[in-house]
């Protein structure tokens, strides 16, 4: 077994076709920095034995019937921080699902191996990938609000953990304006059935959502 350092980024894959498997490795193999420690059918059978992990590569699909919900559910409780699902480009329903429970993006299966090798160093570090399955699923989300330019803007700088003074600097307009965008923001999310009273739950949403980037963090190493 090939032995992983600290700097490696380790990934798992739960995946029950052999030959997307082994194009996961092919595609891979040219970056020694990401590892691949473990595979399982389930999300059970794959975090067995498996160690820390910066990240799992997730299918849709799974033949124990599971879902995204459930699935990074488990992979959340397990300590894994990123989650990169994997599609056919056919179900939509279940990309919504997977970015609503805390995905970082969605690789189609088909992409050629190095946007695969790149997509999944990204997701380890926990960068969201912005490809036209992600965003078509979020834009179909009924509970995602619809904002303004503007309003994307002050929620990112907002989310990002810039204070409402420094929203206005960045952003060259008033302090009253940017709590007015915060308002809406916020009109608009209780709206669509999703109340964000707190910055926190703005944060999340925001970041769930496409507006925001997810934080950085790694598992620390046993």
Do not use: F
């Given at each position: 077994m090939?032995?992983v ?10 995946e029950?076709?052999e030959?997307?498997?082994?194009g ?24 067995e034995?498996?160690g820390p ?5 997730l299918d ?6 599971s ?6 559910a ?9 989650v ?13 699902e997977?970015a ?24 380890a ?35 990002a ?5 420094d ?21 608009k999310?209780l709206?669509a059935?999703t109340?964000?009273h ?12 496409g507006?925001a980037?997810?934080?950085?963090w ?5």
């Amino acid at each position: 077994m090939t032995e992983v350092t600290r700097e490696q980024l380790r990934v798992g894959v739960v995946e029950d076709h052999e030959l997307l498997i082994d194009g996961l490795r092919h595609a891979l193999s040219p970056d020694p920095s990401v590892v691949l420690v473990a595979v399982g059918s389930t999300v059970p059978r794959m975090l067995e034995g498996a160690g820390p992990l910066d990240l799992v590569v997730l299918d849709l699909s799974l033949p124990d019937g599971s879902g995204p919900i459930e699935n990074l559910a488990t992979l959340r409780a397990a300590g894994v921080p990123n989650v990169l699902v994997l599609t056919a480009g056919d179900r939509p329903d279940l990309i919504r699902e997977a970015a609503r429970a805390g995905a970082v993006s969605v690789l189609r299966k088909s992409e050629p191996p190095g946007v695969i090798r790149g997509a999944v160093r990204a997701a380890a570090q926990g960068q969201p990938l912005a490809t036209i399955d992600w965003a078509a699923a979020l834009d179909s989300d009924p509970k995602r609000p619809a904002l303004a330019p503007r309003e994307e803007e002050a929620l990112a700088l907002y989310a990002a953990g810039e204070c409402a003074e420094d929203v206005a600097a960045l952003m060259g307009i008033s302090v009253n304006t940017v709590n007015l965008y915060l308002r809406r923001i916020r009109a608009k999310y209780l709206e669509a059935g999703t109340p964000v009273h707190s910055r926190a739950l703005l944060r999340t949403a925001a970041q769930r959502d496409g507006y925001a980037p997810r934080p950085w963090w790694r598992p620390r190493r046993r």
